[in-house]
């Protein structure tokens, strides 16, 4: 069976996903203006809806199972503040819910749902951390250590998660930079960056690792900083994008 995945951003729709032969598609919407909540459509009709009318409730990602159990990861508050819940849903009913939490990768091995995020802890900063079936499976941060996860999946029995974890800038000093990483079974298993960066994507192929995402370069005095597209093989440069003649960002997802 043959899965493709889509990032469509800003009705808005999230993550289209074809399964075998049906579409599926989350996204989320709005009946005051206010408050938003999520959608799940198969072939183009509203397969159900993720509401309370009190919370907003925004969707990450979608996983369909060959038995077409649908599972959607999201971000549930009370107000617009990006800090609130994380929490997974199998057909439209709440699964399990990480307190003060944010969710963003979801993984479906067997009867096991595994979700990757982060775990606020000071004024908006969070720990980097992997779920499986609601309770703390690993740690992928150093203590206290700002880090994020964007994407995650699973290969043989591994758990891999891609994203950032802040680091002393080159020189050591001013505030931290975010640096892109991948994390295998809860242990770091590459740094990419010493620049600013960060990884959104992850694919396995045997024994290599393919990464997507992006970093930052520092052109001249002119042009200041600018963003590259990069895949990275097995923690090394593989592909870069950008513009050829002026330095402009590009962005991979």
């Known amino acids: 069976m043959k899965k493709i995945f889509l990032f469509i951003s800003f009705l808005t729709l999230i993550t289209p996903l074809f399964s075998q032969h049906d579409c599926y598609v989350v996204g989320y919407a709005s009946d005051d203006s206010i408050h938003f909540y999520s959608k799940v459509w198969k072939n183009g009709e509203v397969l159900f809806s993720i509401k309370d009318g009190i919370h907003n409730i925004a969707p990450w990602n979608i996983i369909v199972t060959d038995s077409?159990?649908?599972y959607v990861s999201t971000?549930?508050?009370e107000n617009a503040s990006y800090v609130g819940d994380a929490r997974v849903w199998k057909n439209g009913l709440e699964l399990y819910t990480i307190a003060g939490a944010y969710a963003r990768g979801l993984a479906i091995d067997?009867?096991?749902v595994y979700m990757s995020g982060g775990k606020y802890f000071y004024m908006g900063n969070a720990a980097a951390k992997v779920?499986?079936?609601?309770?703390?499976l690993y740690s992928l941060s150093h203590s206290n250590i700002p880090a994020g996860v964007q994407n995650m999946c699973i290969s043989d029995g591994n758990i891999y998660v891609v994203g950032?974890?802040?680091k002393p800038p080159p020189g050591g000093t001013g505030p931290g930079i975010e640096s892109a990483r991948?994390?295998?079974n809860g242990e770091q298993l590459y740094d990419l960056s010493n620049n600013r960066s960060n990884a959104f994507s992850i694919f396995i192929d045997g024994d290599d690792v393919y990464v997507g995402?992006?970093?930052y370069l520092y052109s001249s005095v002119i042009y200041g900083s600018y963003v590259v597209a990069r895949v990275w093989k097995n923690g090394e440069v593989l592909y870069t994008f950008s513009y050829p003649d002026l330095p402009d960002d590009s962005y991979a997802n």
């Open 182 to 184: 991948v994390w295998k």
């Open 213 to 215: 995402g992006e970093e």
């Open 75 to 77: 971000i549930y508050n």
């Open 131 to 136: 779920w499986k079936n609601g309770e703390e």
């Open 68 to 70: 077409e159990d649908v």
């Open 110 to 112: 067997g009867e096991d």
């Open 164 to 166: 950032w974890e802040s």
